[in-house]
């Protein structure tokens, strides 16, 4: 089983882009249980679904912007 050291350490050494990211994350899987739950081929579906996917573009460029800000804080050890 691999660890995604990422989340463990991400809170505590870059918490404002960590927090960004789970807000984001937490408004795409709102949207996608809306989307779920619309009348299959309405107009609302279909626009909540526009929303569901741009919420997710906006979640993955925040999780890249808090990779990137943990990554830059992580140091090999003895170094």
Excluded at 61 to 75: K, N
């Amino acid at each position: 089983m691999a660890v995604d050291w990422f989340l463990i350490d991400a809170p505590h050494v870059a918490p404002r882009e960590y927090e960004a990211w789970r807000a984001a994350k937490a408004q795409h899987e709102a949207l996608f249980y809306c989307v779920l739950d619309a009348e299959d081929g309405t107009d609302a579906q279909r626009a909540l679904e526009l929303a569901a996917l741009e919420a997710k573009s906006e979640a993955d460029r925040l999780e890249q912007v808090a990779r990137d800000a943990w990554r830059r804080t992580w140091r090999a050890p003895g170094a």
